[in-house]
């Protein structure tokens, strides 16, 4: 009778390693796959939504390049004066002070250089070093313009005030989010349709969603507005009129990378 015990006892005990063991393989084939799911059985897609919204700012920089002789503090004040009189343009039409950046302020020396084809080849003769024969100011401002209507006037009129360089025009949103979200909602639609389609065609079921990647990164429309010579932009204070500003349409994309489990 106890060596039928110590049997039962036996093989009960064999019978619960048994079932810890297919428990423990069960707990960690889920962790495992809960770290990494879908990790031999998942495939990905990918999608992409565009919107076109207009765009309602415009923006450009603009500046004043003064070339003088070695005085230093003339060329600064009257560099300083244009600029001034530029920016005072802009506040008279509205432009508020935190859509007017000053970006750069450079003063640079202009050299003279020898010709030195001509000097003898002698040993004690030596080129002489290039001369400061003058200086250059730059200051750089850039503007946001929120009522395009006026881009137009606006660009002309820092001309007229002073600006002898003008650059960078460009259009932009100044909330693009709802633009993107619309975008977004395309991208998702379209991947989740291309899953299925592939889950049909390859005979499976579309499993849970194990990751996603969103790239909605979108840069402003840049139109081709180079900087101009001082000599051109002194010329177009007399003859050039208001250039009329087209905005145009701006195609807003957003990209999703989905990646599902297998089923």
């Known amino acids: 009778m106890e060596q039928k015990i110590k049997n039962y006892l036996g093989i009960a005990g064999t019978v619960g390693i048994i079932i810890v063991a297919i428990a423990g393989w069960r707990y960690v084939g889920a962790y495992a796959d809960s770290l990494q799911p879908g990790s031999y ?3 990905s897609v990918s999608g992409e939504g565009k919107s076109v919204a207009i765009p309602d700012i415009a923006s450009f920089s603009f500046g004043v390049i003064t070339e003088g002789g070695k005085d230093v503090t003339a060329l600064q004040t009257q560099n300083t004066e244009k600029i001034n009189k530029a920016i005072s343009f802009l506040k ?3 432009i508020e002070e935190k859509d007017i950046k000053t970006e750069g302020y450079n003063l640079q020396p202009r050299y003279q250089y020898s010709n030195c084809s001509y000097i003898s080849s002698r040993v004690d003769t030596a080129c002489p070093p290039p001369a400061i024969v ?3 100011v730059t200051q750089t401002v850039s503007v946001k313009v929120r009522e395009l209507k006026k881009a137009g006037d606006i660009l002309s009129g820092v001309v007229n005030n002073g600006a002898n360089n003008v650059s960078q025009l460009n259009f932009t949103l100044d909330d693009p989010e709802a633009a993107k979200a619309a975008a977004r909602t395309e991208a998702f639609d379209k991947a989740k349709a ?6 049909d065609e390859g005979g499976f079921r579309v499993g849970r969603l194990v990751s996603v990647s969103v790239n909605d990164g979108n840069g402003p429309i840049i139109y081709g507005m180079g900087a101009g010579s001082a000599e051109d932009a002194y010329l177009a204070k007399s003859i050039a009129p208001s250039p009329t500003i087209e905005v145009g349409s701006q195609d807003v994309k957003v990209s999703v990378y989905l990646t599902y489990e297998i089923k």
């Open 134 to 136: 003058g200086y250059t």
């Open 92 to 94: 008279d039409q509205g």
């Open 194 to 199: 291309k899953a299925k389609a592939i889950a």
């Open 41 to 43: 059985r998942s495939f």
